[in-house]
């Protein structure tokens, strides 16, 4: 559903993604962690075809998302890091839009993003975007991505501004979206949303893939069961934390 071959992003003199391969399967929950700056939102961006990759080359669905950039994002889904939507609409309007945007003025779609708008907990629907709060912005985005079910759905750092109803939520909708058959590509730095959700985990550092694989394979590579103690290892910081707590 997602392959990622090559993929290389340079910023001047910064190799923010170096050489990175991905491929995840149907009904997959795919962890994308690493450090701030590591190169996730990057790569996550070059996956959803909204950055262009300086090298490599991406398939979503089979097919090369830059050739066929229309008929790939019309079937995928995207959750950015801040989400962006027009300030000016209320949000009833912004998910009109949205249905309207991808022809889904469907009675089916309708259902769904009610069921999703009340699982939510979303009462501000005839409130303006830019009244509202990170996590209620973010629960709108999340409304308009899952009501269309897409085939696969980019995460990034999905939970950021969410409240525990909200994120356990959230998971549960993922989970569900997964055994349905659908893909799932999140970024988080929550390490038991990635523990709880993901099938396999893939740790990003210094814009290079340092290991891949589930839960119980990382804790065996890195040789540490705790995974926050697994991440500081892989991401090869262990030394250099302990140098710098013993300083202090
Ligand atoms: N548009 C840009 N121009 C120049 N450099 C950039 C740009 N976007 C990202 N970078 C650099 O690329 C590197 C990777 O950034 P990226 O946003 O992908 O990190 P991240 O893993 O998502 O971090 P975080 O966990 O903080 O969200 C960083 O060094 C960043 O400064
Ligand atoms: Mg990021």
């Known amino acids: ?16 993604v ?16 690493g450090p701030n700056g590591a190169g ?3 790569t996550l961006k070059m996956l959803t075809g909204v950055m262009k990759p300086t090298e490599g080359e991406v398939l979503v669905l089979g097919k090369d998302i830059f050739k066929h950039p229309v008929e790939i994002k019309r079937q995928i889904g995207v959750v950015p890091d801040e989400p962006k939507m027009y300030p ?15 022809r889904m003025d469907d009675e089916k779609t309708e259902e769904r993003m009610k069921n999703l708008i009340d699982v939510f907990g979303i009462n501000y629907l005839e409130r303006y975007i830019f009244e509202m709060s990170h996590g209620m912005k973010q629960k709108l985005m999340l409304v ?47 390490l038991d949303m990635a523990q709880d959700l993901a099938n396999r985990i893939g740790i990003i550092s210094n814009g290079k893939m340092v290991a891949e694989g589930t839960v119980g394979e990382l804790r065996e590579i890195a040789g540490r069961k705790d995974l926050e103690e697994v991440f500081i290892k892989l991401t090869g910081n262990e030394e250099k934390l302990r140098e710098m707590l013993e300083r202090l």
């Open 1 to 16: 559903m997602i392959r990622a071959k090559s993929l290389t992003k340079v910023f001047g003199e910064k190799v923010a």
């Open 18 to 33: 170096d050489h990175i391969d991905i491929e995840i399967g149907e009904g997959e929950i795919y962890a994308f962690l």
């Open 40 to 42: 996730k939102t990057t």
């Open 88 to 102: 000016s609409l209320k949000g009833w309007e912004f998910l009109k839009f949205i249905r309207s945007v991808y």
């Open 144 to 190: 308009s991505v899952l009501m269309r079910k897409p085939k696969v759905i980019f995460l990034d750092e999905p939970s950021v501004g969410l409240d525990v109803i909200a994120t356990a939520v959230l998971k549960e909708l993922l989970r569900k979206h997964a055994s349905d058959g659908g893909t799932i590509f999140l970024t988080t730095h929550i």
